[in-house]
């Protein structure tokens, strides 16, 4: 048994993110590219693998599904010139509205970046036929120079696919499928890794991109991909781990995902398979092989119909961890409304919207961390593999603290104009109480006050306006007032969850930028972090681990009129490149400065809240929720929507907040100041 590395990051083609909503079109031709190296020449340093076995598989699967333009480039023709030529000839042979598939069997390798676009400054490759493994991995820069042209570095393979994307138009397709590994962390039992290798970079690379004091990298052009073919990648391993080969069926050595390939693509109904239903089935076969392993899914068309069909509208599920007996474990927690008592239903993978349809289970959230829960099921759902099963929620539950609200009575509040009477308070009151985590009374956490022309909620520790509503709606559409008072919900209960974990020793700072664009990378050595910006001033991020482990982050603002917004990661920018859950990886005792990615301050003023998340697992908050239609067009400057917590059908257990226990990761607050310019 063999082992491989994810050679290329399968979320190197962030960079060409744009969401396209197409509908079904009148499918063109279909197009494979399948690239396999496995022999490589003996004084390459990189050892011989079996990818040429996996091209057989795949063949037959893509021509199973209607692929007849398939072209294979195996060894010695797939040098970095050879790919390159492969590639230029699938972009000429293209044409708009066509489907094209691309495959890779090779090792990979991870490179130092020269691009300025790489958060921890290294780039992954495609380990070429023509690549050589020096005898040390920190080469002088001549060398790592001469090294680096064997190697066919993602940014160069994203341009390609970009030329390709505009060529096919909104109505093509692209998927792309890494069998391949990048930086493994070596060989586990008898088995040989497709990579694996420490990343290759020069002597300079430590004080080049973790010093922070280089300014003066390359910035990427944003590209409009409004009309570019969606794309998805599927990698067989994640980013930093290896992909261990298989066995097939005849107990000869194969990589896991080709192997998967070939049985899923078998039977395959594309006209109701979507690409996320598709990578659930690869992973349940994946996962029976190699429990360890963890594949990857990314793109834009991931809820797309295969192979040129339209968008569908999924409805939001969570993935399942695992199952043992009748307790499942689930890939969300409590900022999902997983917390203990909530109620969720078992579908089989594929399920697109449950209503109507019989669950295969019912189950109840027993235990809850931030980012993960278990659940005891009702019956054995049944399922031969955990990825064979998404789990859509029926109950959420927010343990949010009980909110104490004040209504500001005639009697107390001036002249009868500029306050309720009592027949209004009275209908407020009763609207307020509607919601299970409302008390109307003293000591309040907010108040609502009657003003010459709205209504405000008023923080009452800080006598700072939260929010606010036109007379005409707070009496006679109290809905409305309802959904505020219930934003303010969501926003204690995001503001309130803090946890710690004594692993976890994430540090975070905001770099204002300069008059030129550049951070103020002097600011990283201040040790004051209270901050204060002004309406149009910008700035970025400093992260640093002090840790023993690697830890992902996320970052979500929190906005003083309530309004939350997705940071970090962002996948679905208008324009421009985007940074994945996979690219929040920060290294053990080390920083990163995100030069690239710049903030924007715009009102409202007052007392903004970034909220981070870490963990020691890749994290992803962005897909967590949905967005408040009203609230659309309302993001600060590049910040996506991020989407609301509370659902209309949302339902507050009231009482404290518990603690976590055997906490999955922390979280914090960092506050500053927005004032006017």
Request: aromatic share 8%.
């Amino acid at each position: 048994m063999k082992t491989k590395s994810l050679a290329l990051s399968t979320f190197f083609l962030l960079a060409l993110l744009q969401l396209s909503f197409g509908q079904d079109n009148k499918q063109g031709t279909k197009h494979a590219l399948i690239f396999a190296i496995g022999d490589y020449t003996p004084n390459s340093g990189w050892p011989h693998i079996s990818s040429i076995r996996d091209v057989s598989y795949v063949k037959t699967a893509f021509a199973n599904q209607g692929f007849k333009d398939i072209k294979i480039v195996e060894d010695k023709d797939a040098t970095t010139a050879g790919i390159a030529t492969a590639l230029n000839e699938l972009i000429t042979n293209s044409k708009p509205g066509d489907i094209v598939a691309i495959h890779f069997s090779t090792h990979g390798e991870q490179v130092e970046d020269d691009s300025g676009s790489k958060p921890d400054g290294l780039e992954e490759s495609i380990v070429a036929y023509d690549a050589k493994l020096p005898a040390k991995m920190v080469v002088s820069r001549a060398e790592f120079l001469k090294y680096r042209t064997g190697y066919f570095l993602d940014n160069r393979f994203g341009s390609y696919i970009d030329t390709l994307r505009t060529k096919l138009g909104k109505d093509g397709d692209v998927v792309i499928f890494m069998d391949l590994c990048y930086a493994g962390t070596g060989t586990r039992g008898v088995s040989h890794v497709r990579g694996g290798k420490p990343a290759l970079v020069s002597t300079d690379f430590e004080s080049k991109n973790y010093k922070l004091t280089d300014e003066n990298k390359p910035q990427l052009p944003l590209v409009d991909q409004t009309n570019m073919a969606p794309y998805v990648v599927i990698g067989a391993a994640r980013a930093t781990e290896p992909d261990t080969e298989t066995l097939d069926d005849n107990n000869a050595d194969i990589g896991p995902l080709s192997y998967a390939i070939s049985k899923v693509f078998n039977n395959l109904d594309t006209s109701v398979t979507t690409y996320h239903s598709l990578f659930a089935k690869i992973q349940a076969i994946m996962n029976q092989r190699i429990p360890y392993q963890h594949p990857v899914l990314s793109g834009n068309g991931i809820d797309r119909k295969l192979f040129g069909g339209s968008f569908v509208v999924q409805k939001p599920f969570i993935e399942i961890d695992t199952i043992n007996g009748l307790a499942m474990g689930l890939k969300a927690g409590k900022f999902a409304g997983l917390d203990v008592g909530a109620k969720v239903a078992v579908y089989p993978e594929g399920t697109i919207d449950p209503k109507g349809k019989s669950p295969l289970a019912m189950a109840t959230i027993t235990k809850a961390g931030i980012y993960t829960s278990t659940a005891q099921l009702d019956k054995d759902p049944k399922l031969a593999q955990a990825a064979l099963g998404w789990v859509f929620v029926t109950d959420q539950v927010f343990k949010a603290k009980a909110l104490k609200v004040a209504i500001i009575s005639a009697q107390s509040r001036g002249p009868v104009s500029t306050a309720y009477s009592q027949n209004e308070m009275l209908t407020i009151k009763t609207s307020l109480e509607r919601l299970p985590a409302v008390k109307i009374g003293n000591n309040p956490d907010i108040q609502i006050e009657k003003k010459p022309t709205s209504d405000y909620i008023i923080i009452s520790a800080t006598g700072t306006l939260f929010d606010s509503v036109p007379h005409k709606n707070s009496v006679t559409d109290t809905a409305r007032l309802r959904r505020k008072v219930q934003s303010y919900i969501q926003y204690g209960f995001l503001r309130d969850l803090n946890v710690d974990d004594p692993d976890i020793k994430l540090e975070m700072k905001l770099i204002p930028l300069k008059a030129d664009g550049k951070p103020d990378s002097s600011k990283i050595a201040l040790k004051d972090t209270s901050y204060a910006f002004k309406d149009g001033d910008k700035f970025t991020f400093w992260v640093k681990n002090n840790g023993d482990e690697d830890v992902y982050f996320n970052v979500i603002d929190m906005q003083p009129n309530g309004i939350v917004n997705a940071i970090l990661p962002i996948k679905h920018p208008r324009k421009g490149s985007g940074i994945a859950p996979e690219q929040l990886r920060i290294p053990a005792r080390k920083s990163v400065l995100f030069n690239r990615f710049k903030v924007t301050i715009h009102p409202p003023y007052g007392k903004e809240i970034f909220k981070v998340f870490a963990s020691t697992d890749v994290i992803d908050m962005e897909d967590l929720a949905s967005s408040e239609g009203e609230r659309n067009g309302t993001s600060r400057g590049n910040l996506h929507p991020f989407v609301q917590l509370f659902k209309k059908t949302y339902t507050a257990r009231g009482g404290e907040p518990e603690s976590v226990s055997d906490s999955d990761g922390c979280s914090f607050n960092l506050y500053f100041d927005i004032t006017p310019k």
